[in-house]
């Protein structure tokens, strides 16, 4: 009976100390959401005035394009020291910092409309990493792509007929990174959720992952792209209402099955 009890008061230790370090990523994340909104917003304004940052924006962009090329060392360095529990967060930091130094280079080319663009990122992507830490990863995936495809619509469709072959370029890479993201979800699903073998072996998905839901979501983003492609801007608000309805049906089912 005691060792019962005191394996039941053990596993709500660790429960709680989960649930308190989940609370303090998200913390974190909004705090550095909001830092970046707000320094967003201040320049939109300040370019809005006529200001002029380009140079020093410049240099900040180098800067963090040497910090990424640092972290890139430091996760070679771990590859190589078989020091695999720093992976993670080592991609992650690097992610962050090439986002900004090319988030920064778009600024100095076409200045107001990458900001707006900015401003309605931050708190998508801050929502988007709430999702990844609390939901299940078929509506995380759900959500990542709904938003990718309401994004690249929503920013093609402004040169759907000045430049038609850029727009296409931008649709295409956005299709080639969702087919990458099938093949490697596929590789998975073979493999119980792993990727890589030995030491090399990486978990990208839980082991009751519904393989079936994501592959609807990537079917449902091509098709959509596809439909858009060959009917273009007419049917730019039918295919925003499918992309937020897939999205609002599937948050709520996933929600549920939180419960």
Request: glycine residues 6%; contains cysteine.
């Amino acid at each position: 009976m005691a060792s019962k009890k005191s394996l039941k008061a053990k596993s709500k230790i660790e429960k709680s100390k989960k649930e308190d370090e989940l609370f303090y990523r998200m913390l974190a994340a909004f705090v550095i959401a909001l830092i970046l909104e707000i320094t967003v917003v201040t320049l939109y304004r300040r370019y809005c005035a006529g200001a002029n940052y380009r140079p020093v924006l410049r240099t900040i962009m180098w800067t963090f394009l040497w910090l990424t090329a640092i972290d890139g060392a430091a996760f070679i360095a771990s590859l190589v020291t078989k020091r695999f529990k720093y992976l993670r967060s080592l991609f992650a930091l690097g992610l962050f910092l090439f986002g900004c130094a090319v988030f920064l280079r778009l600024v100095n080319l076409y200045g107001l409309l990458t900001l707006k663009i900015g401003c309605i990122a931050c708190p998508v992507i801050l929502l988007l990493y709430i999702s990844y830490l609390i939901y299940q990863p078929e509506f995380f995936m759900t959500f990542l792509l709904s938003a990718l495809g309401v994004f690249t619509i929503w920013i093609t469709r402004r040169v759907y007929y000045i430049n038609y072959y850029k727009h296409l370029y931008v649709m295409f890479g956005v299709s080639l990174f969702i087919l990458a993201t099938a093949i490697v979800t596929f590789f998975a699903m073979k493999n119980k959720g792993v990727l890589g073998k030995g030491e090399w072996r990486l978990r990208v998905f839980p082991p009751r992952t519904s393989y079936l839901s994501l592959f609807i979501t990537y079917g449902l983003t091509l098709l959509l792209f596809g439909i858009y492609l060959i009917f273009g801007p007419p049917i730019f608000y039918p295919v925003m209402v499918v992309f937020a309805g897939f999205l609002f049906v599937s948050a709520i089912y996933y929600t549920v099955k939180l419960m």
